[in-house]
């Protein structure tokens, strides 16, 4: 224990290749129980997450995203400090970010599906960053099996807390309520759920089985 107090500590002042390991013990340490993941939140090292996030080595914004992939694992309590602005953004751009490694996208989208599937709350907070249009990109990624099979799990979790009426869920209203509330014009919504259809569709004779099954089962579920 205190060995482990001792690295999270050093994480805040570590030099670059030092980082990774530190990364790893608190990542292999959240895994364990809900007392140890506390203990971690409380260290105050998970401030430091937001800067992890967008480093420039491609590994360490990998670590950072498995760690939190696995707090978002554990109870809502857990769970929230992973709903934070200062991590979610990052998290969103490390999935979308041009020419980043296909590891990076599947942890970061991984910490996504985690949180979403812990409760509707997280769908409703991810949906006011636009999530449904990072997932989009994500699908549109044919050959990153992993990520991809992830970024329909994480679709899946995120459209199940949009509200549904007579047997129909309001995914377009959903998007338009929130564009409102931003500013935004409403007009391109109709074309981004035919848009988002349409890739869904493509998936279904996708070659690996269990990306057609998720897809359709998505289709036939919401659409």
């Given at each position: 224990?205190?060995?482990?107090?001792?690295?999270?500590r050093?994480?805040?002042?570590?030099v670059v290749?030092?980082?990774?390991?530190?990364?790893?013990?608190?990542?292999?340490?959240?895994?364990?129980?809900d007392a140890?993941?506390?203990?971690?939140?409380d260290s105050?090292?998970f401030?430091e997450f937001?800067?992890?996030?967008?480093?420039?080595?491609a590994?360490?914004?990998?670590?950072?995203?498995w760690?939190?992939?696995?707090?978002?694992a554990?109870?809502?309590?857990h769970?929230?400090?992973?709903l934070?602005p200062?991590?979610?953004?990052?998290?969103?751009?490390?999935?979308e970010?041009?020419g980043?490694?296909?590891?990076?996208?599947k942890?970061?989208?991984?910490?996504?599906?985690?949180?979403?599937?812990?409760s509707?709350?997280?769908?409703?907070?991810?949906?006011?960053?636009?999530?449904l249009?990072?997932?989009?990109?994500?699908?549109?990624?044919v050959?990153?099996?992993?990520?991809?099979r992830?970024?329909l799990?994480?679709?899946r979790?995120?459209?199940?807390?949009?509200?549904?009426?007579?047997g129909?869920?309001l995914i377009v209203?959903?998007?338009?309520?929130?564009s409102?509330?931003?500013?935004?014009?409403?007009?391109?919504?109709?074309?981004f759920?035919?848009?988002?259809v349409h890739?869904?569709e493509?998936?279904?004779?996708?070659?690996h089985?269990e990306?057609q099954?998720?897809a359709s089962?998505?289709l036939?579920?919401?659409?």
């Amino acid at each position: 224990m205190m060995f482990a107090r001792e690295r999270i500590r050093r994480l805040h002042k570590t030099v670059v290749v030092r980082i990774t390991p530190c990364l790893r013990t608190i990542g292999n340490f959240v895994i364990g129980s809900d007392a140890q993941t506390q203990l971690v939140l409380d260290s105050g090292v998970f401030d430091e997450f937001p800067a992890l996030l967008t480093h420039s080595k491609a590994s360490i914004r990998k670590e950072a995203c498995w760690t939190i992939s696995n707090i978002a694992a554990g109870p809502v309590k857990h769970v929230r400090f992973v709903l934070d602005p200062s991590i979610i953004i990052p998290l969103l751009r490390c999935c979308e970010e041009m020419g980043s490694p296909s590891y990076v996208k599947k942890e970061a989208l991984w910490a996504i599906a985690n949180a979403a599937n812990a409760s509707e709350e997280a769908g409703d907070i991810f949906m006011q960053y636009s999530i449904l249009e990072t997932l989009d990109r994500a699908l549109q990624d044919v050959a990153n099996i992993d990520a991809l099979r992830v970024a329909l799990m994480a679709l899946r979790h995120i459209l199940r807390s949009i509200p549904k009426i007579n047997g129909r869920w309001l995914i377009v209203e959903q998007i338009q309520s929130i564009s409102k509330k931003e500013g935004n014009d409403d007009d391109e919504h109709d074309s981004f759920e035919a848009q988002l259809v349409h890739h869904l569709e493509l998936l279904q004779t996708h070659v690996h089985h269990e990306v057609q099954t998720a897809a359709s089962g998505i289709l036939s579920t919401y659409f």
